[in-house]
């Protein structure tokens, strides 16, 4: 319950932080904190223009992919408390049930007929498919470190002691943030603030949303971003006491947000062809975590 | 006894009825006579899953010796498949075949094929004699030839078809390896011999008899490097053929597998890394292959393999699981493989009949040239939906369900065990999840190029859904998925026994099953629940919102170009391009395409075949080898009469002449020995 509301309030202000520190960082004065919020407001009172080449599908999709973010916000716990749903296996379930909302996101786009968003679908689907396994072996890794198999448990049991897992900690942050950087559709995988189609991702798949729909597309893109950095949160909070843990939540989802507006200001996009190897590199770092808790484990002999 | 001589009769009133009949009645009989089939062996079935073996010895005769007939839990639950999936098979067919009215003598033969193809296919299910076994295998390897080649006068049905059968043989010719190795040794075809013999020889011994088996039974499976017959024979079969061939016959083979790891005492631990590995390649490489397919049926054919290595990975863990003492491990494996084999004979099978739809509405299953059929069979297309969803393994259907257990499995078996085993772990769970990932990538392609957007030839303003009779049993398919995917505690009970044999909880006698897998599904499904009504909420909320504000329809958007055609949709090629790019190595696509000339270019073409690596290194490489030898004796096939007389007579002489030549040998045998 708490993790919940936490990642609330978190959405509310991660994007605006992000595009305030843009702002700052080439000199202007921007948007408030909360124009995001505001611009999704908005978005849910107008109406919409449909294409007439879609179906239902179109319609249906951001629905399921909104419910599907909210679905795998339940599954993340916030330090010893867990999530409003936790069992074994639930980081797999956290897995599916946004590939689920990816799913139908990727053929919403193919229902609109045109050739970008038919581009973009098919970059949105590679790039996630390589960013899976990454996931996997980081929770893999976890669940052998920790010896349990859901998120709480595994969050609940991680202390950071030695060398070897200050290093682990470091790189399962990367990891994440990475993935999270590719499911937000952020640079260097993606720039959302780009003028040219040909070469966004996730924005050119919602073209021919409007009006409620991209509220809710957007509103599950500012969702994703809480529930990352709560991840990241929760690597290291584990035993903490909730009155330390909660301001670290808020702090580290602030740096979390400001890094990714100064990557984005003072970083290019990556060429698309180079994507798919900087995500593979993201499975290799996930498998040196691996070896880094068989090492921890004292499984080299 | 009686049920299984009624069962055996059931085929032979066909053969003599089913031609005399009227088209329309050949269909109604073929029908009822295999529900009547069904019903005698589901009670069987049913019987057994509960717990109590049903075992029976007929008499046979002189040669095949007595001939027992074991119904045990693992029986049980295939031939449960396998009747669901002939049911609907049947019922699809009855409409499917009703284009080709004209064919009444290819009709009446498909029928009693068909009827003598399920009593075949039970059958094996349940013998336990290997000589019966053998027929049995033989007859279904037969019976599914024929049903190929329906479209007989296409060329490459046949050859398709041809390919298939010679394939099987191989099959057979492991199986008889196998049993010959056995029979030699005890001078029993019983299966209960084999288990006797395996365990009275050394290790590597019986692990070396568990592979001849094993590579019969993964012919059949379709695994890698086996696979090459499944992508031909699926596409050239009639969509009620190719389903079942996919929904149970490929899972027969599986059944082997199962039944051998009972039957042959062998090493399991190795066993299970020989078969995990395999496994994992199949599941990769099957479904590395079917997204470049442009062929539906063929994409599908190569996600059979992608399924069989999803299945033969619970299979794999189970093994080394069962061979560890690790129960919970064990039980994930086999629970997942045999609830997975249910779950892809659901959803493979009703991918097929669909794709059948697609097929006899527009006449092509080529994906580059449909397009918008969502709008003309809206039904067909949620239909494909649903089985797609599913063959992901997303929430809430079945594929999920499964595919979670062995997640399990895979993360329970993390957290013991040596540096082998966990590497072992970590890349088959590697392994499962880009599977996952590809598969995704796969039928998004499907679905979205061939349901949605525009057409993409102007071929098909008139094609419409088809009739409800037809739809009927994928209608019946698609509820068991859900069924599966909201409930699956309810299958969980009929799993228990046969997930028994295998995890060695009848031994030690705790029941790690019931509470294991009970308490993992239960919070799944309640997960699943709260999914789904939360959608459901969310769709009335967003209806109940956007009910007065305006909405327009409009073009899609061109990015400022004004006229759009149809022809600038993304195709499937162009979708899976990045990909193919990235995954050259592994793939094979041959490309032809002209160059645009001049200002004003005329027509061009581009086109890609999806080939396959191993077919070219396995079959092809030995083909060309073969017929290089065989070419020398060319000279022979001279073709005069009287030369071929003259072989005939030599052939006689030097038969003849063994006997005499052999006496000889051994008295210079025994002339040596005195020496």
Same mark, same amino acid.
């Given at each position: ?86 069992? %074994?296996?639930? +980081? ?6 946004? *590939?689920?909302?990816?799913? #139908?996101? @990727?053929?919403? &786009? $193919? ?97 021919? %949303?409007?009006? +409620? ?6 509103? *599950?893109?500012?969702?994703? #971003?809480? @529930?990352?950095? &709560? $991840? ?70 | ?675």
């Amino acid at each position: 319950m708490l993790s919940l509301l936490l990642i609330f309030m978190a959405a509310l202000f991660f994007t605006g932080i992000i595009v305030r520190t843009k702002s700052l960082a080439s000199g202007r004065k921007g948007p408030g904190i909360l124009q995001p919020i505001w611009d999704v407001f908005r978005l849910f009172r107008k109406g919409a223009v449909y294409s007439e080449t879609t179906s239902f599908i179109f319609q249906l999709a951001p629905t399921v992919y909104f419910s599907s973010v909210l679905m795998a916000m339940l599954v993340v716990p916030f330090g010893r408390s867990h999530g409003i749903l936790s069992f %074994n296996g639930d +980081f797999i379930f956290f897995a599916y049930v946004l *590939a689920l909302g990816k799913f #139908f996101s @990727i053929i919403a &786009a $193919l229902d609109t007929g045109s050739s970008f968003e038919g581009m973009g679908a098919s970059r949105e689907s590679l790039y996630s498919m390589f960013a899976e396994p990454a996931f996997f072996i980081l929770m893999g890794s976890l669940a052998l470190l920790s010896g349990h198999t859901s998120f709480q448990e595994i969050f609940s049991s991680l202390h950071i002691g030695s060398q070897i897992s200050y290093a682990m900690a470091a790189l399962a942050t990367f990891v994440l943030l990475m993935i999270s950087m590719i499911e937000g559709s952020r640079m260097p995988i993606d720039d959302p603030k780009t003028h040219l189609e040909l070469t966004m991702i996730h924005e050119v798949m919602i073209l021919d %949303n409007s009006g +409620f729909d991209l509220g809710l597309i957007l509103t *599950a893109g500012y969702l994703k #971003f809480a @529930i990352y950095g &709560a $991840l990241i949160v929760n690597l290291f909070i584990g035993v903490i006491p909730f009155q330390y843990a909660i301001p670290s939540f808020f702090a580290i989802q602030f740096l979390m947000a400001v890094a990714i507006g100064l990557i984005e200001s003072f970083m290019a996009r990556f060429r698309m062809s180079h994507n798919p190897q900087f995500i593979v590199v993201l499975t290799s770092v996930s498998l040196l975590i691996f070896f880094g808790v068989l090492l921890i484990l004292q499984k080299f002999i | 006894m009686n049920l299984i001589t009624a069962f055996v009769l059931m085929p032979v009133a066909g053969i003599l009825i089913i031609p005399f009949l009227k088209v329309r009645w050949k269909g109604i009989l073929t029908l009822t006579l295999l529900a009547i089939n069904a019903v005698l062996s589901g009670i069987l079935a049913v019987n057994s899953l509960t717990g109590e073996t049903i075992s029976l010895i007929l008499p046979g005769s002189y040669v095949t010796g007595p001939i027992p007939v074991r119904i045990d839990a693992l029986s049980g639950w295939f031939i449960l498949i396998i009747n669901l999936i002939f049911l609907t098979g049947s019922l699809y067919g009855y409409s499917y075949l009703k284009t080709y009215k004209k064919r009444e003598d290819s009709l009446t033969l498909h029928s009693i094929v068909f009827l003598i193809q399920h009593v075949s296919i039970i059958s094996i299910c349940g013998i336990q004699n290997s000589f019966v076994f053998l027929i049995a295998w033989e007859i279904l390897a037969l019976t599914s030839f024929v049903l190929i080649i329906f479209e007989h006068e296409n060329p490459v049905t046949i050859k398709a078809g041809i390919n298939y059968l010679i394939q099987a043989h191989f099959s057979i010719l492991f199986l008889i390896i196998g049993f010959l190795w056995v029979l030699n040794k005890t001078k029993s075809y019983d299966f209960q011999a084999i288990t006797t013999y395996s365990s009275s020889i050394p290790g590597t011994a019986s692990l070396i008899l568990f592979l001849f088996f094993f590579v019969a039974f993964a012919i059949k499976a379709g695994f890698v490097p086996f696979h090459t017959w499944l992508p031909y024979a699926h596409p050239a079969a009639p969509a009620h053929v190719s389903g079942m061939m996919s929904g149970v016959i490929i899972k027969i083979g599986i059944y082997g597998i199962l039944r051998m790891l009972l039957v042959v005492k062998a090493d399991l631990i190795s066993a299970g890394y020989v078969i995990l590995i395999i496994s994992v390649l199949s599941g990769l490489y099957g479904v590395m292959l079917a997204i470049i397919q442009h062929n539906l049926k063929k994409l599908l054919a190569y996600h059979s393999i992608e399924n069989i290595g999803i299945i033969g990975i619970g299979i794999g863990i189970g093994c080394i699981g069962a061979g560890t003492g690790n129960t919970v491990l064990a039980t994930m494996g086999f629970a997942g493989a045999l609830l997975h084999t249910l779950n892809h004979a659901l959803f493979k099978s009703l991918l097929f009949y669909t794709a059948g739809n697609v097929y006899q509405v527009t006449h092509t299953i080529e994906i580059e040239k449909l397009g918008g059929l969502l709008k003309k069979m809206p039904q067909t297309a949620i239909l494909f939906l649903i089985a797609a969803l599913a063959i992901c393994g997303l929430p809430p259907f079945n594929g999920f369900i499964s595919e979670f257990i062995l997640y399990t499995g895979l993360y329970a078996w993390l957290s013991d065990g040596t540096l082998f085993s966990l590497l072992a772990a970590i890349f088959s769970i590697i392994g499962l999840v880009a599977i996952g990932g590809l598969a995704m990538i796969c039928f998004t392609k499907a679905f979205g190029i061939i349901f949605l957007g525009t057409e993409r030839l102007q071929i098909l303003p008139t094609c419409r859904e088809v009739p409800f009779l037809q739809l009927l049993p994928i209608y019946i398919l698609a509820a068991v998925i859900v069924l599966i995917g909201i409930f699956p505690l309810l299958f969980i009970h009929l799993l228990a026994e046969p997930v028994n044999l295998f995890n060695g909880a009848s031994i030690s006698g705790s029941d790690p099953l019931e509470s294991g897998l009970f308490n993992l599904l239960q919070p799944i499904s309640l997960a699943i629940w709260l999914f789904i009504l939360m959608i459901t909420a969310l769709i009335i909320l967003r209806k109940k919102l956007i009910r007065n504000r305006s909405h327009a329809i409009s073009p899609t958007w061109g990015c400022g170009y004004i006229s759009p055609t149809f022809k600038q949709q993304y195709t499937a090629g162009s979708y899976v391009r990045t990909y193919s790019k990235l995954f050259a190595p592994a793939l094979l696509v041959e490309k032809e395409e002209e160059v645009v000339h001049g200002v004003f270019p005329s027509e061009v073409k581009y086109h890609t075949r999806a080939y396959d690596k191993i077919e070219r290194g396995l079959i092809d490489r030995t083909i060309k080898l073969n017929k290089n030898f065989m070419g020398r004796f060319i000279f022979l096939n001279n073709g005069k009469l009287q030369i071929y007389i003259l072989y005939g007579i030599l052939f006689i002489l030097s038969v003849l002449s063994i006997p005499p030549l052999y006496r000889n040998f051994e008295s210079f045998i025994e002339l040596l020995k005195k020496l």
